[in-house]
């Protein structure tokens, strides 16, 4: 596709259940960055792709948030027993870079907006 | 404190202003420096990208990074209200994990 698509665009979740958000990057780039933005805050950083390789993900709030890219394309961000907290946007975005590779330009999804009530 | 922070506004200013957006950093490591802007409801995309002190300009739009006081700015002339929006700053060392500032809201007003 043209650009990095998410999906669902807006989910809304019961406290306690389990989501899965979708990111589509753009074909052939090799980082996959998963960020999650509370309102009026900037994007912070929860994990990070090379490829199908989990290289950081540091940012990860709890261990109730897991991430995969098992083909190093399409990548799924998994929250099990959804809390009020983690209500927020989450963004996904790709570039062609490698670790190391200062001409990074990451391009983002228009996210999914998650509201846990 | 937060590695990066930026006056979150929101500033509203006429159209054909110069606009000036600043941010401020604690890590020394930071070593590349970027501008996105983000509109409602919208990924962020990139504006400028800049590496080491200096400025760079891109039309309407000059990035300044003075490193030794750990500062850089944005300025955008003849503003539009086209240009309304939420500018975040972001940096990162030399591995890919950016790290944003918290946004300041612009608004121009016709």
């Known amino acids: 596709g043209a650009g990095v698509s998410q999906s669902p665009r807006y989910k809304v979740a019961k406290r306690g259940q389990d989501v899965a958000l979708r990111c589509d990057p753009i074909?052939?780039?090799?980082?996959l960055f998963w960020y999650q933005q509370a309102l009026g805050q900037g994007p912070e950083f929860l994990t990070y792709?090379?490829?199908?390789?989990?290289?950081?993900k540091s940012g990860l709030p709890s261990d109730r948030f897991f991430a995969e890219r098992p083909e190093g394309s399409v990548s799924t961000l998994k929250i099990q027993r959804t809390q009020q907290e983690d209500s927020a946007v989450y963004l996904c975005?790709?570039?062609?870079?490698?670790?190391?590779?200062?001409?990074?330009?990451?391009?983002f999804g228009q996210g999914t907006r998650l509201t846990v009530v | 404190q937060k590695e990066v922070e930026q006056d979150p506004g929101p500033l509203s200013v006429p159209e054909g202003a110069i606009v000036s957006l600043n941010c401020t950093y604690s890590?020394?490591?930071?070593?590349?420096f970027m501008w996105y802007r983000q509109y409602s409801r919208k990924g962020p995309e990139l504006l400028m990208y800049?590496?080491?002190?200096g400025n760079k300009e891109d039309g309407r739009f000059t990035a300044q990074v003075d490193k030794s006081s750990k500062y850089i700015s944005l300025f955008i002339r003849d503003s539009q209200p086209s240009d309304s929006a939420t500018y975040l700053c972001?940096?990162?060392?030399?591995?890919?994990?950016?790290?944003f500032g918290p946004g300041t809201s612009l608004s121009v007003i016709p």
């Open positions: 800049t590496y080491s002190s």
């Open positions: 975005a790709s570039s062609l870079a490698r670790v190391g590779d200062w001409r990074t330009e990451a391009f």
């Open positions: 890590n020394s490591a930071f070593q590349y």
């Open positions: 972001a940096m990162k060392t030399s591995y890919d994990k950016v790290i």
């Open positions: 792709f090379q490829n199908e390789a989990q290289l950081d």
């Open positions: 074909s052939g780039h090799v980082s």
